[in-house]
Nanobody, 121 residues
Framework: QVTLVESGGGLVQAGGSLRLSCAAS????????MGWYRQAPGKERELVAR???????NYAPSMRGRFTISRDNAKNTVALQMNSLKPEDTAVYYC???????????????WGQGTLVTVSS
């Protein structure tokens, strides 16, 4: 079992920066991809960025160029550096992990509790 804990959310002015961090614990050997999603009030949860165990990253178009995802496999952490923040970035940001085991095969998704990011105009 994997447990995720996010940190780093808070209040920031438009144009500012925040760095989110997510720490995984438990059966971390099973972790494949790690990433961040966000959900604004009244809206569906959306992908922010994902990164594979090999370091290949994908970003949602609106986040590319402003956000950077990184991971430390030794520490079992994933971070999201957010720059040039906009009011529309205001949302609860959730850490997300894909876990996979080979024998027996098992594929599970794990979500953190979320951390609130508020960007003031």
């Amino acid at each position: 079992q994997v447990t995720l804990v996010e940190s780093g959310g808070g209040l920031v002015q438009a144009g500012g920066s925040l760095r989110l961090s997510c720490a995984a614990s438990g059966d971390t050997i099973c972790i494949s991809a790690m990433g961040w999603y966000r959900q604004a009030p009244g809206k569906e949860r959306e992908l922010v960025a994902r990164i594979t165990s090999g370091g290949l990253a994908n970003y949602a178009p609106s986040m590319r160029g402003r956000f950077t995802i990184s991971r430390d496999n030794a520490k079992n952490t994933v971070a999201l550096q957010m720059n040039s923040l906009k009011p529309e970035d205001t949302a609860v940001y959730y850490c997300h992990v894909d876990t996979v085991t080979a024998a027996p095969y098992r594929a599970l998704e794990v979500w953190g509790q979320g951390t609130l990011v508020t960007v003031s105009s």
